[in-house]
């Protein structure tokens, strides 16, 4: 069974890495996006769209190409989430609009127009996504080969998002540490100003960090939505957004170590699942989970090292004049 716990929580911890892998990129660069719930929901919501208008223009799933039937999702949750990060720098940074307030706008926003968007659709998006593209989003490899033995169930139990995952949180963190791209976002996240004054573009490099990192967020709800639900639209997204923000806080804005801090905070929301109990019993293990992140953000925030500190212009505005 512990196997089974482990393999269940590493699954589970993409939704927690897309999420905040996708804040990270976000943050590094200044902009404190509450909005990542309602992105990740918007996401969800974009891969749902996508799997309904192919699935539609072929006629069903029985007519459908499994790699369309993967590619279009994402695109659509890309591009969904992508748009919902550029309406974020709109306000954030062309209007200079307070950011908690326009990302928490951007979360009623979003967590408000998944149900509604979602209940237009009929059910042929899970039984197209349950036959085809499905399996590549839960089990990538052949069922025979995974049950080989504990290797083969750990490693290669999960899905093609899995492994992108976790190949993005390692990118990022090379491109934050050892590119000019990164040191330049991570000097606007610093010091605005002085980033500006050596030539470098606040406003684009706010931009297109916002979207970019949105859009990794958003691909945290469409796992969710295919993965864990099953294609399920009752299942909402946003309580996993919190967590993923606060897990910025946790791996210290990297990446790397976010990978690790996902799987903690599945394991801790996993466990109690498997555990057999019942009553209110059931219902006070069910809290250990939020109880702990909070726990755990309070000792990181009070032992955390000065590497580990939020990029100094976070939340703040940027605005040429006036420096």
Same mark, same amino acid.
Not at 132 to 152: G, Q
Not at 280 to 300: Q, R
């Given at each position: 069974?512990?196997?089974?716990?482990?393999?269940?929580?590493?699954?589970?911890?993409?939704?927690?890495?897309?999420?905040?892998?996708?804040?990270?990129?976000?943050?590094?660069?200044?902009?404190?996006?509450?909005?990542?719930?309602?992105?990740?929901?918007i996401g969800a919501m974009g891969s749902a769209v996508g799997a309904y208008v192919y699935l539609s223009a072929i006629g069903g799933a029985g007519n459908a190409n499994w790699l369309l039937s993967l590619l279009m999702p994402v695109l659509f949750c890309l591009l969904f989430a992508g748009a919902a990060g550029a309406l974020f720098?709109?306000?954030?940074?062309?209007?200079?609009?307070?950011?908690?307030?326009?990302?928490?706008?951007?979360?009623?926003l979003g967590v408000g127009l998944y149900p509604f968007v979602t209940s237009m659709m009929d059910g042929q998006i899970t039984i197209g996504f349950s036959t085809i593209a499905h399996r590549y989003i839960t089990t990538l490899f052949p069922t025979s080969f995974i049950e080989t033995?504990?290797?083969t169930q750990l490693f290669f139990s999960y899905g093609i998002l899995v492994y992108l995952g976790i190949a993005l949180a390692i990118?990022?963190?090379?491109?934050?540490?050892?590119?000019?791209?990164?040191?330049?976002?991570?000097?606007?996240?610093?010091?605005?100003?002085?980033?500006? @004054?050596?030539?470098?573009? =606040? %406003?684009? &490099?706010?931009? !297109? *960090?916002?979207?970019?990192?949105?859009?990794?967020?958003?691909?945290g709800g469409m796992f969710y939505l295919f993965d864990?639900?099953?294609? @399920?639209?009752?299942?909402? =997204? %946003?309580? &996993?957004?919190? !967590? *993923?923000?606060?897990?910025?806080?946790?791996?210290?804005?990297n990446t790397n170590i976010g990978i690790g801090g996902s799987f903690l905070f599945a394991f801790l929301y996993i466990f109690p699942k498997y555990l057999n109990v019942s009553g209110p019993d059931k219902k006070l293990i069910e809290l250990l989970p939020y109880l702990a992140t909070i726990v755990i953000l309070i000792l990181t925030s009070i032992f955390s090292k000065r590497m580990g500190k939020a990029p100094s212009g976070l939340g703040q505005s940027y605005f040429r004049e006036d420096r």
């Amino acid at each position: 069974m512990f196997l089974t716990i482990i393999i269940d929580s590493i699954r589970f911890s993409t939704v927690f890495l897309f999420g905040s892998a996708g804040e990270t990129i976000t943050e590094k660069s200044g902009h404190l996006n509450m909005g990542t719930p309602g992105i990740m929901c918007i996401g969800a919501m974009g891969s749902a769209v996508g799997a309904y208008v192919y699935l539609s223009a072929i006629g069903g799933a029985g007519n459908a190409n499994w790699l369309l039937s993967l590619l279009m999702p994402v695109l659509f949750c890309l591009l969904f989430a992508g748009a919902a990060g550029a309406l974020f720098s709109f306000f954030a940074v062309t209007l200079r609009c307070n950011q908690n307030v326009t990302g928490l706008a951007l979360t009623t926003l979003g967590v408000g127009l998944y149900p509604f968007v979602t209940s237009m659709m009929d059910g042929q998006i899970t039984i197209g996504f349950s036959t085809i593209a499905h399996r590549y989003i839960t089990t990538l490899f052949p069922t025979s080969f995974i049950e080989t033995n504990w290797f083969t169930q750990l490693f290669f139990s999960y899905g093609i998002l899995v492994y992108l995952g976790i190949a993005l949180a390692i990118t990022i963190a090379v491109v934050m540490k050892r590119t000019r791209v990164g040191l330049s976002l991570r000097a606007v996240g610093e010091n605005p100003a002085a980033a500006d @004054a050596v030539g470098i573009s =606040v %406003d684009r &490099y706010r931009y !297109l *960090a916002t979207i970019i990192g949105s859009a990794i967020s958003g691909l945290g709800g469409m796992f969710y939505l295919f993965d864990r639900t099953t294609g @399920a639209f009752e299942y909402v =997204v %946003d309580a &996993y957004g919190w !967590l *993923a923000v606060s897990l910025v806080i946790f791996t210290m804005w990297n990446t790397n170590i976010g990978i690790g801090g996902s799987f903690l905070f599945a394991f801790l929301y996993i466990f109690p699942k498997y555990l057999n109990v019942s009553g209110p019993d059931k219902k006070l293990i069910e809290l250990l989970p939020y109880l702990a992140t909070i726990v755990i953000l309070i000792l990181t925030s009070i032992f955390s090292k000065r590497m580990g500190k939020a990029p100094s212009g976070l939340g703040q505005s940027y605005f040429r004049e006036d420096r």
